[in-house]
Each structure stands twice: as structure tokens, then as C-alpha cells.
């Protein structure tokens, strides 16, 4: 059975930081681009960052500069560091796999990210 289960999500003041993780199982974790989706109340989700299987990462521009993807394969994690957090940043954070080139994808449950003062 795959999982994917985030953690990490809360709420924060704007200018703090917050590391969502993402841990999966039931996958050749390796093998998988793992990106970071967001959705917001009223808009549509999109994505944040992505690393690929190799290591590679794009973001969307609006987080550039204030957040990280990494992963550690060893431990079938991927996680996303999140600095300079603005209102802006608020929305329900996705865990997706995608083995490229093939059918295969996933998502995690999604954990809540409210930044406010």
C-alpha cells in the first residue's frame, strides 16, 4: 500500500519559517520526482517546487529565494523549508509522486500552513 503522509504544517507569524516533510512508503522512492503542491480556499492548486529523481529542483517564482525542496532517499522523505513565510503562503501544502514516463502517482493528504499574525 503507498503512503505518502506530510507533517510539519502550523500556524506561524509572517517572516517565520516552518519544514513540511513528507514520508513515504510502498514506492521505490528513488525512482520518483516528488513534488510540493499548495491550495489556497478559492484557488486552484499549484505547484511549488519539485525535485526530480536526480536531485534537480524548480520552483514556482513566487517562492524562489525563501523556499527549499530536498530529499534524502535513504530515508524516503522529501521535505520542503519554508522561510519568510507571508500570508500569501496560507493554503493546505501536497506531497505528490510521479515516476516519469509512467503512470504512477501519488498524493499525501495534504497539511494545513496558515501563516498570520
Known amino acids: 500500500q503507498v503512503q505518502l503522509v506530510e507533517s510539519g504544517g502550523g500556524l506561524v507569524q509572517p517572516g517565520g519559517s516552518l519544514r513540511l516533510s513528507c514520508a513515504a512508503s510502498?514506492?521505490?522512492?528513488?525512482?520518483?520526482?516528488m513534488t510540493w503542491y499548495r491550495q489556497a480556499p478559492g484557488k486552484q492548486r499549484e505547484l511549488v517546487a519539485l525535485?526530480?529523481?536526480?536531485?534537480?529542483?524548480n520552483y514556482v517564482d513566487s517562492v524562489k529565494g525563501r523556499f527549499t525542496i530536498s530529499r534524502d532517499n535513504a530515508k524516503n522523505a522529501v521535505y520542503l523549508q519554508m522561510n519568510s513565510l507571508k500570508p500569501e503562503d496560507t493554503a493546505v501544502y501536497y506531497c505528490?509522486?510521479?515516476?516519469?514516463?509512467?503512470?504512477?502517482?501519488?498524493w499525501g493528504q495534504g497539511t494545513q500552513v496558515t501563516v498570520s499574525a
Open positions: 510502498g514506492i521505490f522512492f528513488s525512482n520518483y520526482a
Open positions: 505528490h509522486a510521479l515516476w516519469v514516463g509512467t503512470s504512477y502517482e501519488y
Open positions: 525535485i526530480t529523481y536526480n536531485g534537480n529542483t
